[in-house]
């Protein structure tokens, strides 16, 4: 949880979260908290982060999932059953391309 938690202000109670709703959300707006770690009998059970840090995280990780389809078709890939542009247009051109 070393990872998770880098300070001590940043574990809230589920009751504290209950309680201090609109508090928590205003300080997480504001930036005044980059996140809250909710404590349910003291152990970690979610974590409360702004919009936009959370928007930051899943644009990384869809980034590192594009890399890791890349870099296995880079490994895969037979030259011998590549096709050239222009036979791939002539098996898949629609028509309207212009």
Same mark, same amino acid.
């Given at each position: 949880?070393?990872?998770?938690?880098?300070?001590?202000? !940043?574990?809230?109670?589920?009751?504290?979260?209950?309680?201090?709703? %609109?508090?928590?959300?205003?300080?997480?707006?504001?930036? %005044? !908290?980059?996140?809250?770690?909710?404590? %349910? *009998? *003291?152990?970690?059970? =979610?974590?409360?982060?702004?919009?936009? =840090?959370?928007?930051?995280?899943?644009? /990384?990780?869809?980034?590192?999932?594009?890399?890791?389809?890349?870099?296995?078709?880079?490994?895969?890939?037979?030259?011998? %059953?590549?096709?050239?542009?222009?036979?791939?247009?002539?098996?898949?051109?629609?028509?309207? /391309?212009?």
């Amino acid at each position: 949880m070393g990872s998770l938690m880098e300070r001590s202000d !940043q574990a809230i109670s589920v009751t504290e979260v209950s309680r201090s709703a %609109k508090t928590i959300f205003d300080k997480l707006v504001k930036g %005044k !908290q980059d996140r809250y770690i909710v404590m %349910k *009998n *003291n152990v970690p059970a =979610a974590v409360i982060l702004p919009v936009d =840090a959370f928007e930051a995280i899943m644009d /990384e990780l869809e980034d590192l999932r594009i890399e890791a389809v890349a870099r296995e078709r880079i490994r895969t890939f037979d030259p011998e %059953k590549a096709i050239s542009h222009e036979e791939m247009m002539t098996r898949f051109a629609t028509g309207d /391309e212009e």
